[in-house]
């Protein structure tokens, strides 16, 4: 029986949610199966704040992408946003009995074990930790400590926390919607596996990813992750400033931004003007486009003038010599006109419109190599990642697919997208467990991102 990798990413943000089924083809480029995209009614900032319609949207999506691509989802891998997730730099250290020995996979298991037991703020919780780099008896810049020997096994850790309620709550809305959460990803992470190359992490790049509720920032430097952040606004409040500014509705502020709107001011002449039809017969607005840029241009300036403090933060006052690949943009917001322009002019650094595109098979729809998908094209290619160590379970609705199972699965629930008006009825089916023949080094290797889902996991199984 043929296994072929299927991986699905879910990417629930605050404007869209996006289910993307994908597979790896013979050349090692992603090849996406189908896309289901929904509008987001009930999330803020990235965080669920509406457990129904939160559901009722990612059913919809899910729904969508099982449509185009003719197979059942069972398992995604979720992005892991919003303003509630923050960083810090630790360092730790463990002794360990022979110097003689050679350093393996459960040293670095133990190391990293360590740096859980750090005490958090009430409410929060580590979900996930990396390494940077690694020392050796005083021995520093190791990249790859396995193999070689020591008594003192030394790291630098760049440590995620976020709000334990927040990530419980997309694993609800997971779990109620009749799939399962095989693993969480830091949306900023996935982002950056799609769009930047391994050159540009290594000399040191600054990603910002312009989202609907959040700006979301990584940076890279020795292919190494420095710094992440998360600034609380987005391509929604532009989208409310022109409708306040405007004095029209929230669709057609959103329509005015996308075909017209321009982060650079001066781009616009001052007769240039757009009508907008009123609403139950009223007479027309007329919109001058060079004071909808700038209004535009006020809120994009102030967003990535907080981005920049953190990289500067980062950068010590200079970060174009610490990053010489400068700032990738990506997201929804990227694709506003001239924001490139801006953000070199503010930041003074070199800035480039990040695509997903480089990781496609050739033949992919050109609409998912907009920046708009980076997130969920990271997020498939993390879960292909996933994949390759452990069984994922999802079964074909075409008879001619069905051979893909990686795994026995006794039941598959069915999916079916429920009207607004009803009640939602989830329905709890048994399913024999999946037996594991996973060596101790591959459980070793197993992502602490995985061991979290676990955790929330054993929490809804103790709620119900």
């Known amino acids: 029986m043929e296994k072929e990798n299927i991986a699905v990413g879910l990417d629930i943000g605050t404007t869209k949610i996006v289910a993307m089924i994908g597979k790896k083809n013979e050349y090692g480029k992603l090849e996406i199966l189908g896309v289901g995209k929904s509008k987001s009614l009930g999330v803020k900032r990235g965080v669920v704040d509406n457990i129904t319609q939160t559901i009722l949207s990612i059913q919809q999506a899910v729904h ?19 303003q509630h997730i923050r960083s810090i730099q630790h360092s730790d250290y463990i002794s360990r009995s022979n110097a003689e020995d050679v ?39 190791i990249k790859e400590p396995i193999g070689m020997c ?28 009749g799939i399962e959460l095989s693993g969480l990803t830091l949306e900023p992470l996935a982002s950056a596996d799609a769009v930047l190359s391994q050159e540009e992490k290594e000399a040191g790049v600054a990603l910002i990813d312009i989202g609907g509720g959040t700006t979301d920032l990584a940076i890279f430097k020795d292919g190494i992750i420095r710094h992440t952040a998360v600034i609380p606004f987005g391509g929604n409040v ?17 329509l005015l931004k996308i075909k017209f709107g321009s982060a650079w001011p001066g781009e616009n002449k001052d ?29 994009v300036v102030e967003i990535i003038e907080q981005v920049f403090v953190e990289i500067k933060a980062y950068g010590h006052e200079d970060p174009r010599r610490k990053l010489i690949a400068g700032i990738v943009l990506t997201g929804g917001g990227a694709q506003l006109q001239h924001i490139k322009q801006l953000v070199e002019y503010i930041t003074g650094m070199d800035t480039r419109i990040g695509y997903p595109n480089e990781h496609l098979a050739g033949n992919s729809d050109e609409e998912i ?4 998908y980076a997130t969920a094209v990271g997020l498939v290619m993390n879960s292909i990642e996933n994949n390759t160590q452990s069984a994922y379970k999802i079964q074909s609705t075409e008879p001619e697919k069905t051979a893909i199972y990686r795994a026995p699965i006794e039941e598959i629930k069915e999916v079916n997208e429920i009207p607004e008006d009803k009640e939602i009825h989830i329905e709890v089916q048994n399913q024999k467990a999946i037996q594991s023949d996973d060596s101790t080094e591959t459980r070793i290797r197993k992502s602490f991102f995985d061991k979290y889902v676990d955790k929330i996991k054993d929490f809804l199984d103790n709620a119900e």
């Open 271 to 299: 007769n240039e003007i757009v009508s907008i039809p009123g609403l139950r017969g009223r007479e027309p607005k007329e919109i001058s486009l060079k004071n909808l840029s700038k209004i535009i241009h006020a809120r």
């Open 369 to 372: 190599s907009s920046p708009l």
């Open 103 to 141: 350093i393996g996979n459960q040293d670095i298991d133990l190391l990293i074990n360590q740096v859980h037991k750090l005490a958090m703020l009430p409410g929060e919780e580590i979900i996930h930790v990396l390494p940077q780099e690694f020392k050796i008896d005083g021995q520093s810049e």
């Open 238 to 254: 532009i989208t409310d400033d022109i409708k306040e500014g405007c004095s029209i509705i929230e669709k057609q502020a959103e």
């Open 150 to 177: 020591g008594g003192r096994l030394e790291s630098s850790f760049h440590v995620v926390v976020g709000q334990a309620s927040s990530i419980r709550n997309v694993g609800r809305c997971i779990q109620s919607s």
């Open 64 to 82: 969508e992408a099982e449509t185009n691509s003719g197979y059942k989802i069972k398992d995604v891998v979720v992005g892991i946003a919003g």
